[in-house]
């Protein structure tokens, strides 16, 4: 069966690899029909230098298919059943799983993906309590979008920042996968949302979206900006995940008591700051790394009901790296698929 196979850096070359057995008891055999690209896809194809593997190792971070077989014991499934899969290996008995949050596990074996295989391979099995039904009326490439580019914003949003209806927030970089999620999610409970672009034909998708206030962060200081149509007060929470060079930026953007939720540093992993601004202005600081599998199923019913994300193009297997130079080149405006 084909799998898209990291063999270096930006090495990545389709192979065949074998298929694997038939699931054991309590697992699944899950069939991949569509990849959603992340930016860990890109950091993974740079080649990172904290991401201990082995390589070839099949990338993939976060990916929807349909059941192909069950294994013995298995209950919530059966085959022909659409769904989408957890992206750590997880080990189901600790603590923090236990209590459902997933994402603090302490016997983590990786990320798919990024330190062992991840989801580019037409077969793959997993276990039953990694895998999440997709409801009716959601399609594989929206379903693909669940785990990291919805499950994402979820976690970070309700569980860390306690974002509250009426509260106004500033999404970083509106465009990407999950600055539109984020946008959809907030104006979903009547936030006032101002946003950050590159561009301003994004930053009319970004209006489109729902976003109040639009701010072309390559004419303008966003913290400036913020300020002023704030009049000074700043907003209730940030969503960051831009790094370094928003980092300082974004703290002058909240008001006193404000929340910034981070869960990326893709400007720059090292920055500095201001002690006395946050402990004077009371700031709370949440990080947030991945999500629970809890998330990618309100993120999913979500879906169902109609918050579908927004995707910017869809490619064959055979042309992935079309979808890799979008992304990195930071031409997309939402999430791009990669279809098997």
């Known amino acids: ?88 290996e997880t080990c189901g008995h600790c603590k923090a799983c236990r209590e459902g949050r997933d994402n603090l596990c302490e016997n983590v074996a990786g990320i798919m993906g990024f330190h062992i295989d991840g989801f580019a391979r037409e077969l793959i099995n997993r276990p039953e309590r990694l895998v999440i039904p997709v409801p009716k009326g959601v399609t594989f490439e929206q379903a693909a979008c669940a785990p990291i580019g919805f499950g994402t914003v979820q976690h970070m949003l309700f569980d860390n920042a306690k974002l509250e ?22 104006k979903a409970i009547g936030c006032t949302v101002y946003t950050t672009v590159g561009d301003d034909e994004k930053g009319e998708k970004a209006k489109a979206l729902g976003a109040d206030y639009v701010i072309n962060y390559r004419k303008e200081r966003f913290e400036g900006e913020v300020r002023q149509l704030t009049k000074r007060k700043g907003v209730d929470v940030v969503f960051e995940h831009v790094g370094a060079e928003t980092w300082n930026g974004s703290l002058l953007c909240l008001k006193r008591g404000g929340r910034l939720v981070t869960c990326g540093s893709t400007s720059g992993v090292s920055t500095t700051m201001n002690l006395m601004q946050l402990f004077q202005q009371q700031y709370r600081i949440f990080g947030s790394f991945g999500c629970r599998i809890e998330n990618i199923a309100q993120s999913l019913d979500k879906m169902a009901k109609g918050m579908t994300p927004v995707i910017d193009s869809v490619f064959p297997l055979d042309e992935f790296q079309k979808g890799l130079e979008r992304l990195e080149g930071r031409k997309v405006f939402g999430k791009v698929i990669v279809t098997f």
């Open 165 to 186: 209806p009426g509260e106004s927030i500033l999404i970083h970089a509106g465009g990407s996968g999950i600055g539109t999620a984020a946008i959809k999610m907030a």
């Open 1 to 88: 069966m084909r799998s898209l196979q990291l063999f270096g850096d930006r090495d990545l070359r389709i192979t065949e690899i074998d298929v694997p057995p038939q699931p054991a008891a309590g697992e699944v055999q899950v069939r991949v029909k569509a990849l959603a690209l992340n930016y860990l896809d890109v950091w993974g194809f740079r080649g990172m230098a904290f991401a201990k593997r082995k390589m070839p190792q099949a990338v993939g971070v976060e990916a929807s298919g349909e059941i192909a077989a069950v294994g013995e014991g298995v209950t919530r499934f059966k085959v022909g059943d659409p769904v989408t899969m957890y992206g750590a």
